[in-house]
């Protein structure tokens, strides 16, 4: 696939309020379908924010660094892979022939991750609560987002057909999200934090 060249930055067409979808269509910046994309393109970001933290773990746990490095840097680019699918919504020419939704490759490799980490954590008794170390909370904000993004693309398919790997991958994704955010919290030997009803 031929790789978009980024020359220009500013282009002044957004002034109004408005966005050109990859195949020219005008499409206000407001719209559900620019929103969705949008999410996605924060969502990566946020990931980012986690790689970046993780790369401070590279000399006391070289462990976690290579597993973040490996998976967050596959995770952002199947996000651009997303990201691009909502642009353009469903075209007959994004979906190869042999396609196969229970082989998909993406979706396959973060359901095999997260049957790594569980081999190594206890069952859990409770919820979670985010916080028990700073790449467990940053994890978890990853979720959260994540789970926003997967309700907008719920939202869009009401509105247009969407490819239904796309929000496949954002269900898996978010749940990744939370088994990594306890492997993580299991690696430096901290303590899950752990909801404790009260209603």
């Given at each position: ?17 408005m ?34 933290q ?32 909502l642009?353009?919504?469903l ?7 042999d ?5 998909d ?21 409770s ?59 299991l690696?430096?030997?901290?303590e ?8």
């Amino acid at each position: 696939m031929k790789k978009p060249r980024l020359s220009r930055i500013y282009t002044k067409n957004g002034d109004k309020g408005m966005t050109r979808l990859p195949k020219g269509v005008a499409i206000s910046k407001g719209a559900l379908q620019v929103e969705s994309y949008g999410t996605c393109d924060e969502l990566c970001t946020c990931i980012g924010l986690l790689r970046a933290q993780i790369r401070l773990c590279k000399e006391s746990n070289p462990e976690i660094y290579s597993e973040g490095e490996f998976c967050l840097h596959r995770i952002q680019n199947n996000l651009f892979d997303m990201g691009r699918l909502l642009a353009r919504a469903l075209e007959s020419d994004e979906i190869p022939e042999d396609y196969e939704l229970e082989n998909d490759p993406h979706i396959n490799f973060l359901e095999a991750k997260m049957d790594e980490y569980l081999a190594l954590l206890e069952p859990l008794e409770s919820f979670s609560l985010p916080g028990s170390g700073v790449l467990n909370a940053h994890s978890h904000h990853c979720r959260t987002v994540c789970r926003r993004w997967e309700r907008l693309i719920v939202r869009l398919m009401d509105e247009m057909p969407v490819q239904e790997r796309v929000l496949v991958y954002a269900n898996r994704l978010s749940d990744y999200l939370y088994v990594f955010s306890r492997w993580v919290s299991l690696q430096l030997g901290e303590e899950e934090l752990l909801w404790e009803p009260s209603l």
